[in-house]
């Protein structure tokens, strides 16, 4: 069994158990996923104190509903998908009031520092929501077509149009 | 063979391996003769690192786990913990749904093993690493 396998079938395991009231395999769930939540939700939301909110509520939902999990789907995509449908209802929330502030990283890290880091971020930022989402998924999550297609509820010819915009926008970006 | 469109398309799938064996063969026998389409590749192998590089330097705020504790309704009530890291044994009485169900666990040698509270099948409800409740 390939070590990909593995994990499929630990994160299974680990959701089963938490359909069943397992706090520790919760807290263990919660290890594996809560930074690739935030993350994902941050590639949305762009703000670290919403895709806080967006990674806690998921986790919430994921305690509450793992007995819906029918496992015909990984358990990552039922998992990021939650947060994907959290992060737009939040970011929709926040669009109908004030303009969003200035985006602001909950953590600091030296290589913020870096001019090159920085400027890579506000190009990430400039791009938008939906072209930072798929490059995501398929950059960072490394999502085969198939199931970043599954998560956005998009065509897989979509999501390769998607991604080549993206790539092209990210890239304007960068050289301005 | 395919042609520059196709494989420009699918050049983000190449870069991470996340592809069909067949696909990616037929994409490198493509990238052997096609300059444009080997700057292209370059270009996505760059991206991939700028956007995880970008992702890996953030990380949710410390306290989020409490957070999700209390609001999920499973922090203790009443909670005991001794010995060390190495050796030691945890019990904790919790609320659930009008229940207060017992729940317990053996610390060796930085590994928690589940010794009371609810299990299912043949889960023996080992608890790899460590333990946040």
Not at chain 2, 99 to 127: C, D, F, Q, T
Request: with cysteine.
């Amino acid at each position: 069994m390939s070590e990909h396998d593995q994990t499929l079938n630990e994160d299974l395991s680990l959701l089963d158990r938490v359909a069943g009231g397992d706090r520790a395999a919760f807290a263990t769930l919660y290890d594996r996923y809560a930074s690739r939540v935030f993350r994902f939700a941050l590639s949305i939301v762009r703000q670290a104190h919403l895709a806080e909110e967006v990674m806690q509520e998921t986790m919430i939902v994921v305690w509450k509903k793992a007995k819906t999990f029918r496992g015909n789907a990984k358990a990552s995509t039922w998992i990021l998908g939650i947060a994907r449908n959290l992060a737009f209802n939040l970011l929709r929330k926040e669009k109908r009031g004030e303009r969003l502030p200035e985006e602001k990283l909950a953590e600091s890290n030296p290589a913020k520092q870096v001019e090159m880091a920085v400027h890579v971020d506000r190009a990430l930022q400039m791009l938008p929501d939906h072209h930072r989402e798929v490059m995501h998924l398929v950059f960072y999550e490394e999502m085969t077509l198939r199931e970043a297609a599954a998560i956005l509820g998009i065509p897989e010819g979509t999501v390769k149009s998607r991604m080549h915009h993206a790539r092209k926008a990210l890239a304007k970006e960068l050289a301005s | 063979m395919m042609t520059c469109e196709e494989v420009r398309d699918l050049i983000p799938w190449y870069v991470t391996g996340r592809i069909e064996v067949d696909s990616a063969k037929r994409i490198a026998d493509h990238l052997a003769g096609c300059a444009d389409c080997q700057a292209d590749f370059v270009e996505a192998a760059w991206m991939r690192r700028l956007v995880n590089d970008s992702a890996q330097s953030v990380a949710p705020a410390e306290g989020v786990w409490s957070r999700i504790e209390r609001k999920a309704g499973i922090v203790d009530l009443a909670r005991i913990d001794v010995g060390s890291f190495l050796i030691g044994l945890k019990l904790g009485i919790s609320a659930s749904s009008g229940r207060y169900p017992v729940h317990g666990s053996l610390r060796v040698l930085g590994h928690s093993v589940r010794i009371m509270g609810k299990r299912r099948g043949k889960e023996a409800g080992r608890v790899q690493g460590r333990e946040k409740a």
